[in-house]
């Protein structure tokens, strides 16, 4: 009976020391540790695609009559679109609105009139290969009176491949510093433990606003230098050690 139970005591101490030797091994292998860096990559290229946000107002004694002059000069805008060949997908209104404009006199607040709004955004894409296109529709739309404001911006149509470009930056970044940082400390990168990722599309960051009267002012056609956009991806690595 003695001898059993001194049998399975050694057992137990045995199962015991086995553990104890299995969570050795684990912070072994853990503490050869991890090196996180993170890397950045930037490709430039010139738009290809503007928006132009058309903004329409007037204010009348009725909302009737400042829809009206309202309406009538996004159909003057149209006619210009369709002579220059814009096709229908690639205009939308994204606001319209009718509404009391007021304002304050010596603290009191007067009714001005009533105010009709719409907004119109229009698509011109290739306008790397066509600049004319995009200056001829500026010039033509600065003959609208009620045209309160013109806003331009800049995209790229397809940056897939520019994406890749700069990813590929940033991963190799993001390597060369860990392998530096590994030599540093006297290790060897072993593997990758996870990768994550930012990116920043140039969606709109570079934007013009003018008005259409200051437009009309200025002799000859509107000159419209639309540079470099960057496609950035950053990526955060983290790499495991030997």
Not at 34 to 43: E, K, M, Q, Y
Not at 203 to 223: C, K, P, R, Y
Request: charged fraction near 20%.
């Amino acid at each position: 009976m003695k001898t059993r139970k001194n049998s399975a005591q050694y057992l137990r101490r045995t199962q015991i020391v086995l553990v104890l030797l299995a969570l050795g091994m684990m912070s072994c292998r853990s503490a050869q540790g991890t090196i996180a860096v993170s890397g950045s990559g930037t490709v430039t290229a010139s738009p290809d695609r503007a928006y132009i946000h058309l903004y329409f107002k007037h204010l009348a004694a009725t909302t009737e009559q400042a829809r009206h002059v309202v309406s009538t000069s996004v159909r003057s805008a149209l006619q210009i679109l369709a002579a220059e060949q814009v096709i229908d997908t690639n205009i939308k209104t994204v606001s319209l609105s009718y509404g009391i404009e007021n304002y304050y006199k010596e603290g009191a607040l007067v009714y001005a009139g009533q105010r009709a709004e719409q907004t119109v955004i229009v698509t011109i894409d290739d306008i790397n290969n066509n600049p004319a296109k995009l200056a001829a529709i500026l010039d033509k739309m600065a003959g609208i009176d009620t045209l309160s404001t013109v806003a331009l911006a800049f995209d790229i149509k397809e940056k897939t491949a520019l994406f890749r470009q700069s990813r590929d930056l940033a991963f190799q970044k993001a390597l060369d510093k860990a392998e530096h940082y590994a030599r540093l400390a006297g290790k060897k990168l072993q593997g990758i433990q996870s990768i994550t990722e930012e990116r920043r599309s140039p969606l709109l960051v570079q934007s013009n606003t003018f008005s259409a009267s200051a437009a009309s002012s200025d002799e000859g056609s509107t000159n419209i230098p639309t540079g470099e956009q960057e496609i950035s991806t950053t990526i955060n690595v983290v790499y495991t050690l030997e």
